[in-house]
């Protein structure tokens, strides 16, 4: 199916730093969501996005809805060893009616102490 | 507890053999839907359901089948299992809407031998 670009596909860091990571879609869309994926576990939302140019946060964690509608953007500020996981994003197109989400093939992170 | 709840979380099973695994949930969400999850690749939708009269086909339904019991409780069953259904499922749940978001069980890991 349909599936969006996130990048990067990892990422090590340092305890402390902070992270970027993104999503592209070649399509337009009304919302998009990020979730957080541990080991064994299933994705829990960490920020969900209804509207362009949007800007949320939730703790250390930031993310914007794209001016363009076609991208999202989570950072996470002086990350922690329990950031450790997998990240995704998810979209909802905008055709009415529906309940679709793509959903990106995740960020992979891990925090080095 | 938790709001969406799968079981098994784990099985393993052989070729041919008949599989259900069961979602319920305490959300109160009249939207449940099936995915599933591989390495490398972004969650996948087998079936959805809007009420308990209401079920559709996802993206990758051929070899499963779902039924709505109640509200709160949506199954997925493997009619006759091989092993490239081997994979992570994922219940999750919404309320529908223009802020409609989706919040997932904790996943079954399914293994077919």
């Known amino acids: 199916g349909q599936q969006l670009n996130q990048s990067p596909q990892s990422m090590f860091i340092q305890e402390g730093e902070d992270v970027s990571m993104n999503c592209t879609s070649s399509s337009i869309f009304n919302t998009w969501l990020w979730y957080k994926q541990d080991p064994g576990e299933g994705p829990v939302l960490l920020i969900a996005l209804y509207k362009a140019g949007e800007l949320t946060s939730n703790g250390r964690l930031t993310a914007q809805f794209g001016i363009t509608r076609k991208d999202s953007f989570l950072n996470i500020s002086a990350s922690i060893p329990s950031d450790v996981g997998i990240y995704f994003c998810?979209?909802?197109?905008?055709?009415?009616?529906?309940?679709?989400?793509?959903f990106g093939t995740g960020t992979r992170l891990k925090v080095l102490a | 507890d938790a709001d969406v709840t799968q079981t098994p979380r784990n099985r393993i099973t052989k070729t041919g053999k008949r599989i259900m695994l069961e979602c319920s949930q305490t959300?109160?969400?009249?939207?449940m839907y099936w995915y599933r999850q591989d390495p490398g690749l972004g969650l996948q939708l087998i079936y959805y359901?809007?009420?308990?009269?209401?079920?559709n086909k996802g993206e990758i339904s051929d070899g499963y089948s779902v039924s709505r019991q109640a509200q709160a409780k949506f199954s997925l069953s493997l009619e006759s299992a091989i092993p490239n259904q081997t994979a992570l499922y994922f219940c999750?749940?919404?309320?529908?809407?223009?802020?409609?978001?989706?919040?997932f069980g904790p996943g079954t890991r399914l293994t077919v031998l």
């Open positions: 999750a749940t919404s309320a529908g809407g223009t802020t409609d978001t989706q919040y």
């Open positions: 959300k109160g969400h009249d939207r």
């Open positions: 998810a979209g909802r197109p905008p055709t009415s009616g529906t309940y679709k989400y793509i």
């Open positions: 359901s809007f009420d308990v009269k209401d079920i």
